[in-house]
C-alpha cells in the first residue's frame, strides 16, 4: 500500500508517521538479511569494484529485496542505494540510504559481522535507522523522538567517562593504500590511549554498538551515507553524540564521522586534532 508523505506539524501525528517509516525501514532491513542468510557460505563468485571493494551477488539481491518494499510504499520518494545510486524523486524531501550488505568483505571471507543499513532522511537530516544484523538476529531501531531499542527493548549508550577504560572501533576506507589521511595514525594513537580499538568491518553495525554501549565511541573517515545515516539516528536515540571529526553537526557531506557515549566526545574531538599522518607509504606493494 502507498503512504501518504506529508510530516505532520502535529507532533503525536508525526511520531505515528514516523513509527510507521521505521516499520516499513525494518521491513525492508530484514528482507535483505534473508537474502544474506541464503547467500551466507555459498558465493560462486565475488568481484572487486576497485582494488579491495567488493561485491556480490548477496549485495545486489539484498538491495533489489529492500527496494522492492520501499519502492511499493514509497513511490514519490528518493532513494540513494550502494549498488544503483540514485533513484526516484529527487526533488522529495524525502531521501532513502540503503546499505543492503554492510561488511562485503567480512561476508565474502564468511566472518560473521555484517549487517544491512536503511535509513530515511528528512530535508538532509538522518531521522529513520533500521539496522539488521542476520547471524544474530538484532534488529537496532530508532527515529526521531523515539528512542533506540535493540530487538523491541531500549537501548543506551555506555557511562564510560575516560578514554583510558574505553573501547572503540573504526573502520578504513578502500583507498587507504592511496592516501596519506589513511587513519592508521588515528588507529596507534588511540590505541596507545584506550583499552582497545576494535575494526568491525560494518560501520553500521559499529555505530549500533555505541548505540548499545557495547563499544563507547567510533570514528572513520571517507564513509558514505548509506553506511552512517542509519546508526546516526541510533546512536542519537541511545543518548549518544555524533558529529564530524569538529564536532559540526553536519555529518553526512564531510564523510568524517565521530560518534560517542557523549562523555568522550569532546576527548575524542581533541585527540583527533592532535594526530600528525604516518609517514606515508605503500608498505604491501599496492
Ligand atoms: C564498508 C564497511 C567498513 C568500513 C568501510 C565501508 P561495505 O562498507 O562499513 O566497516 O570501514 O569504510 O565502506 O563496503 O562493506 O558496504
Ligand atoms: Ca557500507
Ligand atoms: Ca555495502
Redesign the pocket.
Known sequence: MTQSTELSSNSSTRQDQLSSFLDIATEAACAGGAVLKFYWGNLQEVEEKRPG??VTIA?KESEAAVLAILQRHFPDHGILA?ESGVLGNSESRYLWAI?P???????AHQYPF?SVSIALLIDGIPAVGAVYDPFRDEIFRAATGLGATRNRQPIHVSKTLELSRSLLV?????DRTLVEDNNYAEFCHFTHLTQGVR??????M?LAYVACGRLDGYW?R???L??LAAGVVIVREAGGVVTAYNGSDHIPKSGRLLATNGHLHQQMIDELALVQPLPFKFPFGR
Open positions: 571493494d567488493l549485495d550502494e546499505d550488505l554492510d561488511g562485503t568483505t567480512n561476508f555484517s573504526t573502520g578504513f576506507a578502500y575494526r568491525g568491518g560494518s560501520a553500521a559499529d572513520e571517507g564513509l558514505s548509506w553506511d
